[in-house]
């Protein structure tokens, strides 16, 4: 039976987990299609490149195959493989076969062992009786040389342990500086540009730990949810200091500070309850980045009013998936809604789409269902 060696840490890998937010899948799914391509790597001559059918992974592990797709495309992506399918690190982190190992360590005994069997082959017969007693004494010599190799290897796998980790964590550290920093990007595009129209909020070490923190434990780690928020904070008087005699202004600290800040104005405490109208949403999520990629577009070509008149009650519901075609049903809230953006804006969304979608699916067909006759 053939073995291959399954990493520490594996579940908790930092390179996985930025898999599984960018393709929207639970860790575990993650954790599985990785598992079965370290398999497959482990079988292929020569090791470390995974040659595998897509489909077949996605039936024995009960996944659709263009989760199964999408989730590969990320770890090319991540440079946790090459396209030809060569496994990253592969030769650093597995053992050669086991027929190696032992050809390997039978020769290293066989060297350590020369220097005494010289002494033994020069040594008269007069020692005769000294050899056999010594034979029958623990030979020593042997078993410190032995625990000296035994050592050797703990200290290089201590390493290659202390390595991975510092790598596992300097990705992580890169993973939050991102995330703070596009969480930035949009605090002063909906809040600070109304605040201080010559200044922009800055990124400080308490505030990027902060805004990872309500990222992860808030904001179900969307950016269109940290974008929401950030939308409500910039339509309150309240909050950007417009109301006489109140003299209080939000500040970017104040809005991550806690879990009970964020509630207080997504209750709408601070707005009167008057909210602007959520973002178009996506129930698909292999489509959830092509979607973003759409509803971008459409807010730069038509402006942010418009977007939110008549694509704030939009809900990609489903995708009717094909060999070479795909569907896509898109919600709206009533027939009325559903007429104008097909007359209006239809043809663009169709486009948008579709070239955001182009490396994942082929969608020939957009259908507008009206929820509300």
Known sequence: MEWFRVYHGITQDAKLQVVAKRTNQPMAIVVAVWLCLLEAASKHDPRGIAKVDLEQVAVTQGIDT???????????????????????????????????????????????????????????????????????????????????YRTDSEKRKKTDSKNRAREEKEEREKEKQKIAEQMLQIWNAEVQSKLTKDQKAILTPQRKELLC?????????????????????????????????????????????????????????????????????CDVPALQGAWDSAMLSFQKKYGKPIYRSWLSSLTLSSLQYNVGNSSVIIKCSNKFARDWIAQHYLADLKFWLVEAAKDKFQITEIQLIAEVK
Not at 84 to 107: L, M, P
Not at 240 to 259: M, Y
Not at 273 to 279: D, I, L, Q, V
């Open 213 to 281: 923190k309500r990222w992860e434990e808030d904001f179900q780690q969307d950016f269109r949810a940290w974008q929401y928020y950030c939308e409500v904070i910039g339509s309150s008087d309240f909050c950007l200091g417009k109301i006489e005699g109140k003299g209080w202004t939000i500040d970017l600290t104040w809005a991550i500070q806690s879990s009970e800040h964020v509630a207080k104005i997504l209750e709408g405490g601070f707005s009167g309850g008057k909210h602007p109208p959520k973002h178009p949403a």
């Open 66 to 148: 263009e989760i199964v797709e999408s989730i590969v495309k990320a770890f090319r992506d991540k440079g946790m493989m090459d396209k030809s399918g060569n496994i990253k690190a592969w030769h650093t982190r597995q053992y050669t076969t086991a027929s190696e190992r032992s050809k390997k360590f039978r020769a290293k005994e066989k060297q350590d062992a020369k220097p005494c069997n010289t002494e033994q082959r020069a040594e008269t017969s007069k020692n005769a009786a000294q050899r056999k007693k010594r034979k029958k004494s623990p030979d020593t010599d042997n078993r410190l040389q032995n625990t000296d």
